[in-house]
């Protein structure tokens, strides 16, 4: 299913759509502030590993990432100690990922690693349904080939090259090529694991 869902105005009849398809267990694609992601609810574990099949991703070896509507759901699924509060206080909403301890809110799935990486994009669909789901969304960017940059930008090219595996690809506009900036606080000093789409002093 292709939804159309306008980010300066989200339709609440075409966001109760993707909802139900979460809180069924459903796969969705959907627009972030860089690349377009595939995302479920993060606490379905099902519905985590079907993401990590796709995706050929073992849950044992790498860090997952969720993201999270507001700092208050972040320090509720991570442990976030003050001088992290202020660094992703001053980030966020972002094109960043934080990683960060796990806190004891989160499945067995996401424990481990011990580590989780967070996110608050700054688009306003995604986070509208992070807030009307009332849970952290798990999210994964999708393949991007640099010989075919279309199909991880442009929706109805995501939509037929995905659309067999996914319940709902949402139409958001077009896509970015380029990642979030991951930064690993889980050891001091900080550091940039990987430089993408944001740019950070720490």
Known sequence: MLIKIYPEN??????????????DGG???????TMYAIGCDALDVRAVERICKIKGVNPQKSNLSIICYDLSGISEYAKVNNQ????????LPGPFTFILPTSSELPKIYKNRKEVGIRMPNNSIIRELCK????????????YDPD?????????LIHEKYGEEVDVVIDGG??????????????EPFEITRQGKGIIEL
């Open 132 to 143: 009307e789901l009332g849970n952290p969304i798990l999210t994964m960017s999708i393949n």
């Open 10 to 23: 989200p339709n609440p009849k075409d966001v109760r759509k993707v909802i139900e398809a979460f809180r």
């Open 148 to 156: 075919e940059p279309e199909y991880a930008t442009d929706p109805e």
């Open 84 to 91: 992290v509060f202020k660094l992703i206080r001053n980030y």
């Open 174 to 187: 077009f896509g970015d090529t380029e990642g979030s900036t991951v930064v690993n606080c889980t050891k």
């Open 27 to 33: 796969l969705v694609i959907y627009p972030t502030d």
